[in-house]
């Protein structure tokens, strides 16, 4: 191994004393010392206000956290609100349709009961006063009905003999027309009452057919039955009534 130092040097090599750094006055080491003492400051100043702005880092967290709730609380309450808003305007508009519908029918109903008793009161009092006025009207009309039925009943009696004698020569008349050629035995059977009235006016037609006239209680005023050997002919009123009521249920049938 190679010696590092020589004989001269030995002379100046002594042992190293701590004593001889904390006695020696180097500006070097006194520079060192006072910068590691600013550093050691700054830290601790650092430090010093890291802990006094930690209490305000923590307080502005705290209340954007708070913030932010109260903003999701009023945000979300403001839909919640909105959205139970719409769905009550629905429920309320539904109930108030259904409550307004039930309503309308009942008013429906009864504005047509009121109606249909308005007018049935008004057909009673109608019928009361028609039939008001019918017992007046019998009051006034049947006297003078009664009047003019006696009247005219009065008039057919005192026109009856008149009326009968016309019809029956006009039956006569009609008879003669339709068998000038009947044997000569015929008898022409009329009301006694008729004997007088048909021997004036129909003399002369008789004469010429030969026909004789026979007085016949069974035969009614104004009517005549012709009968011969063969034949009769019933022209009275009996027969000409049941030979309209044949007709007549004829056409019913």
Not at 119 to 143: E, G, R, T
Not at 209 to 230: E, F, M, N, R
């Given at each position: 191994?190679?010696?590092?130092?020589?004989?001269?040097?030995?002379?100046?090599?002594?042992?190293?004393?701590?004593?001889?750094?904390?006695?020696?006055?180097?500006?070097?080491i006194?520079?060192?010392?006072?910068?590691?003492?600013?550093?050691?400051?700054?830290?601790?100043?650092?430090?010093?206000?890291?802990?006094?702005a930690?209490?305000?880092?923590?307080?502005?967290?705290?209340?954007?956290?708070?913030?932010?709730?109260?903003?999701?609380?009023?945000?979300?309450?403001?839909?919640?609100?909105?959205?139970?808003?719409?769905?009550?305007?629905?429920?309320?508009?539904?109930?108030?349709?259904?409550?307004?519908?039930?309503?309308?029918?009942?008013?429906?109903?009864?504005?047509?009961?009121?109606?249909?008793?308005?007018?049935?009161?008004?057909?009673?009092?109608?019928?009361?006063?028609?039939?008001?006025?019918?017992?007046?009207?019998?009051?006034?009309?049947?006297?003078?009905?009664?009047?003019?039925?006696?009247?005219?009943?009065q008039?057919?009696?005192?026109?009856?003999?008149?009326?009968?004698?016309?019809?029956?020569?006009?039956?006569?008349?009609?008879?003669?027309?339709?068998?000038?050629?009947?044997?000569?035995?015929?008898?022409l059977?009329?009301?006694?009452?008729?004997?007088?009235?048909?021997?004036?006016?129909?003399s002369?037609?008789?004469?010429?057919?030969?026909?004789?006239?026979?007085?016949?209680?069974?035969?009614?005023?104004?009517?005549?039955?012709?009968?011969?050997?063969?034949n009769?002919?019933?022209?009275?009123?009996?027969?000409?009534?049941?030979?309209?009521?044949?007709?007549?249920?004829?056409?019913?049938?």
């Amino acid at each position: 191994m190679m010696n590092m130092y020589s004989s001269s040097d030995s002379n100046y090599w002594q042992p190293l004393s701590l004593q001889d750094f904390t006695l020696t006055n180097s500006p070097s080491i006194a520079i060192i010392e006072e910068d590691s003492t600013v550093e050691m400051i700054e830290a601790s100043s650092l430090m010093n206000e890291t802990e006094e702005a930690m209490p305000e880092i923590t307080f502005d967290l705290e209340r954007l956290k708070t913030e932010a709730t109260e903003q999701g609380y009023h945000e979300g309450h403001t839909l919640g609100q909105q959205d139970g808003f719409n769905v009550g305007k629905q429920l309320g508009h539904d109930q108030g349709y259904q409550e307004g519908l039930k309503q309308g029918i009942a008013q429906a109903e009864q504005q047509f009961n009121e109606e249909k008793m308005k007018l049935s009161q008004s057909m009673a009092s109608l019928l009361a006063n028609f039939q008001q006025a019918l017992n007046d009207l019998d009051d006034v009309i049947i006297p003078q009905l009664t009047d003019v039925a006696l009247v005219a009943a009065q008039k057919m009696v005192s026109d009856l003999p008149k009326s009968l004698h016309m019809q029956l020569k006009k039956s006569i008349q009609t008879l003669i027309q339709q068998f000038p050629l009947l044997p000569d035995s015929i008898q022409l059977h009329v009301n006694p009452d008729d004997i007088g009235y048909i021997e004036t006016i129909l003399s002369d037609e008789l004469n010429k057919y030969h026909w004789q006239l026979v007085a016949d209680p069974t035969i009614d005023a104004g009517g005549c039955k012709l009968l011969s050997d063969k034949n009769e002919i019933d022209v009275t009123l009996n027969s000409k009534w049941q030979t309209l009521r044949d007709v007549v249920n004829g056409e019913r049938s």
